[in-house]
């Protein structure tokens, strides 16, 4: 009888092209994903070495990170930000990659457009330039971040030699409540297991609660992994998987389907399969989250306070204070009474579909409180479009937010859109560091639900208590 | 790569846990396009006041932490974004290692690289470290890659762990695309029997 196996392990061993001795195995990559930010020095790698892209089919681009939100056609007046776009388009040319450029209908945050246009599948092996590569585990495939030097790597031989990260398995038993979503999930992992609790290691999310999902929730679930320091994230591909992916641009097709379908199939973790760590989390303690320090594992419920700092341990009390002391809150305040300045509904974590839809049912028929200034990012110029056949655009509208062309954003402020020294914002985005979405803002992470709540009323709400109308 | 061997240079003490990528290299320098320069904006958020001016009381621009080449920080460096822009930033300013009890899996690989040591040492041994590069004036530790060691000449030693091909690649400098490019007919070999993409 063969081996029990992981989803994880079936995937690698299907990948590995050579595994020589005394080296680290060298494993091949069925996507590769780029954007303007981290691939001009591994371009100029290539270029200089005279080396080529070796599987341009493989390998897809598109302009993310510093590209504005306003709308399209404005010209860019960050100078650098221009030439580093520039960059890419020039060097997607000359080494014929696939750009999906500015003025694309399929341009969008790379990790938004990968699943939609189906280039994402179950099984595969997808690396970026982007610690948050670890969205595309959702569909029960090997995702993860690289640096430029990898990426660099991978254009020339399509191949990463990798060492074997540890395996840990989430089993999350029961169901999640009402108002209580995917991003809640994450925040409360890494609440549970902190910012460095994964590391090493790839996360299989199993258990009644995951499978319960949509497709995005899995992708805001998996996207937050690297959050909690793993190499990647996953979720075994179902039927869920299999609907989402079916007719995509990218997806196989006709007879071709039948057999990607079929090999899927056999990609979840057969039972008895070990893993090197086991973590329980049970779904019915979870509420809506909200983190009030500079990192994602600094995070309480929306019903409780600012922790007390006497209680912890030297280094971890440090911390604490200097987040407090950044973030302006003290020990044992409130969590609904902080008042916030700013919302940002978007990024790779919160911008699909299902999150505009969430955020307009609590934003329907109210307002926008009078001191918040509220913006909601389309993760695409898909997503843009389906929410305005929707309507969902209207909705936002006609409750004062702010409705804007796709990318990255303000999730980390490398284009116009960042917050004030000063300034509070209640953000659907995966990061609260210092200054991450500008200098002096501080940044408190929830779900696209809790920060449209937040818009309305001016300050961290409960959304189990929103009069929807 | 420049290879790595043996180090000794002087100590700086970064006393936080969890210094990510961010406050590494902020995201307003990763617009340029080149691998190199990034040193001047190391930690800028942390250096220099929203007006640009220099915050002297940074340890890093502490007259006697000046021309250090090894850092010392607690747990969890170089946590979140990929940016290899914070190794570049790093190395640009004179840094050859940092020692710390754990660093994020991104961070370490890029380091192996760009020929720049991640130390892991036991949280003991890293509070040790913290408290002689404050409490010695001219505090320096040797890295020994060879032998897996660090020490200061005065009582200090420690052995760290890292992966043996890592180490190999570190002490000889090699190219990992090169590497790679020596499996050429196992690569063909596998792309010939592994499905294409639907091209459109």
Redesign the interface.
């Known amino acids: 009888m063969s081996p029990k196996r992981t989803l994880f392990e079936k995937i690698w061993q299907a990948h590995l ?2 595994e ?1 001795a ?3 195995p ?1 494993l ?1 990559i ?2 590769h994903l780029v954007h303007e ?2 691939s ?2 591994a371009f ?1 790698g290539l270029r200089a ?1 005279g ?1 080529k892209v070796r ?1 341009p ?2 390998t897809v681009a598109t302009v993310d ?2 590209i504005p939100t306003e709308p399209r056609g404005t010209p860019i007046t ?1 100078l ?2 221009a ?2 776009i520039g ?1 890419l388009q020039k060097n997607c040319k000359e080494f014929g990659v696939r750009l999906f450029d500015m003025d694309s209908p399929d341009q969008g945050i790379v990790h938004v457009i990968g699943p939609e246009l ?2 994402t599948q179950p099984g595969m092996t997808i690396v970026c ?3 948050h590569t670890s969205t595309h585990g959702a569909f029960g495939a090997l995702a993860f ?6 990426v ?2 991978v254009l ?6 990798q ?1 074997t ?1 540890k395996t840990m398995k989430i089993d999350v038993r029961g169901r999640l409540a009402e108002g209580v979503g995917a991003k809640d999930l994450a925040l409360g992992i890494i609440g549970q297991i902190g ?2 609790g994964g ?2 290691h790839v996360v299989e999310y199993a258990g009644e609660a995951v499978r319960g999902l949509s497709m995005e929730g899995r992708m805001t679930l998996c996207n937050m992994s ?1 959050e909690s ?1 793993a ?1 990647a994230g996953m979720v075994a591909p179902d039927e869920t998987t299999f609907a989402y992916v079916k007719g995509k ?5 006709d007879g ?1 389907w039948e057999k990607a379908i079929e090999s899927w199939r056999g990609l979840p973790t057969d039972d008895g399969a070990s893993y090197d760590r086991v973590i329980e989390i049970d779904a019915a303690q979870l509420c809506p989250f909200v983190t009030w320090g500079t ?1 994602p594992g600094m995070v309480a419920p929306i019903t409780g306070r600012v922790p007390e700092v006497d209680r912890l341990k030297d ?2 009390r ?2 604490t204070e ?1 987040a407090l002391q950044y973030m302006d809150l003290e020990p044992g305040n409130r969590i609904e009474d902080i008042g916030i300045d700013r919302v940002f509904i978007g990024s790779c974590t919160n911008s699909r579909l299902e999150d505009l839809r969430a955020a307009a049912r609590v934003a329907k028929g109210h307002h926008v409180s009078s001191r918040v200034r509220a913006m909601v990012v389309p993760g695409s110029q898909r997503v843009k479009r389906a929410a305005e056949q929707e309507g969902l655009h209207q909705i936002f509208l006609d409750a004062g937010f702010e409705w804007r062309e796709s990318g990255c954003s303000m999730c ?3 284009n116009p859109d960042i917050l004030q ?1 000063g300034e509070r914002c209640a953000s659907t985005s995966n ?1 609260n ?4 979405q500008g ?2 803002g501080r940044t408190h992470l929830v779900s696209p639900m809790m920060a449209a709540a937040a818009a309305i009323t001016g300050h961290f709400t409960d959304i189990r208590d929103w009069k929807f109308r | 790569m420049k290879p790595f061997r043996t180090h000794r240079g002087l100590v700086a003490p970064l006393d936080r846990v969890n210094v990510d990528t961010d406050q590494i290299i902020p995201k307003q320098f990763l617009k340029r396009i080149e691998r190199t320069g990034f040193g001047q904006f190391l930690f800028y958020d942390w250096r220099f006041d929203a007006d640009g001016k220099k915050n002297a009381d940074f340890v890093l621009d502490q007259p006697r932490y000046k021309g250090a080449s090894i850092l010392v920080a607690e747990k969890n460096f170089g946590c979140g974004s990929s940016r290899e822009h914070a190794v570049w930033a790093l190395a640009d300013f004179g840094f050859r290692a940092v020692i710390s009890s754990s660093f994020a899996d991104i961070f370490a690989n890029n380091g192996t690289k760009n020929g720049f040591l991640t130390i892991q040492l036991s949280e003991n041994e890293v509070a040790e470290l913290l408290r002689r590069a404050r409490e010695v004036a001219g505090y320096e530790l040797t890295v020994d890659l060879e032998q897996c060691e660090v020490s200061d000449g005065h009582g200090f030693r420690a052995e760290f762990p890292i992966d043996g091909f890592v180490r190999h690649c570190l002490l000889n400098g090699l190219d990992d695309i090169g590497l790679t490019l020596q499996h050429e007919q196992e690569i063909a070999a596998y792309e010939a029997h592994h499905p294409a993409l639907q091209s459109a």
């Open positions: 092209v050579a020589p005394g080296r680290s060298i091949y069925d996507l930010v981290t001009p020095q100029d070495t080396r599987q089919a493989r990170h510093n960050d650098i930000a030439k580093q960059a189906g280039l330039g982007d610690s971040g690289i640096g430029t030097s990898e660099e790597h020339a031989t399509q191949c990463l030699a060492q990260p910012t460095d590391t090493g690297i320091g190499r641009r990218f997806a196989p097709r071709e990192n280094a971890d440090r911390a200097l980390l402020g490398m020294p990061r560091f210092e200054g991450r200098r002096g």
